[in-house]
């Protein structure tokens, strides 16, 4: 009996789908996801090595068609016009795993602060009575006491 082939989800996809969540539950948009993915490559990969050519600029027109240019080539990648080189790859992944470090300690740095809030109040200390000084309880003869002897 035969079984029908069961395919996997290629990596590319998977890592378009960490993509979507991670843009979907942050502060990223696809413009500053594609600069941040584009400066980790630019810093990691060697410019005689780079199969990708992302665009940078000098002044701040230049910076802003960069930044659109950037966000261009990253969404061909993410629609599958254009396929990701194994290059990119690390980068992309690497930022996502950084993004997801910050988000981790952001939470972490709500949990304590929802939990602190969460915290029942405790009632004041509870007061304990003095020890008395064995003299202070004695009773002291009165003077009638003294006329009897």
């Known amino acids: 009996m035969k079984h029908d082939p069961q395919f996997h989800e290629p ?10 969540d991670a843009i979907r539950n942050s502060s990223h948009t696809d413009t500053s996801l594609a600069q941040a993915i584009a400066e980790q490559y630019m810093a990691e990969v060697a410019p005689g090595e780079r199969i990708l050519q992302f665009h940078t600029g000098s002044d701040a027109d230049s910076v802003e068609r960069a930044i659109k240019a950037n966000g261009q080539i990253i969404a ?8 990701m080189p194994v290059d ?14 910050r988000l981790d300690a952001a939470a972490a740095a709500a949990s304590a602060q929802v939990m602190a809030a969460l915290e029942p109040i405790r009632p004041p200390a509870e007061i304990k009575p ?14 009638a006491d003294f006329s009897r002897v």
């Open 76 to 83: 061909r990648i993410r629609n599958g016009t254009v396929k």
């Open 130 to 143: 003095r020890a008395k000084v064995s003299w202070k309880g004695r009773l002291r003869p009165s003077n």
């Open 11 to 20: 990596r590319s996809s998977v890592v378009f789908r960490y993509t979507t």
């Open 88 to 101: 990119l790859e690390e980068s992309w992944t690497r930022e996502q795993q950084q993004q997801a470090e």
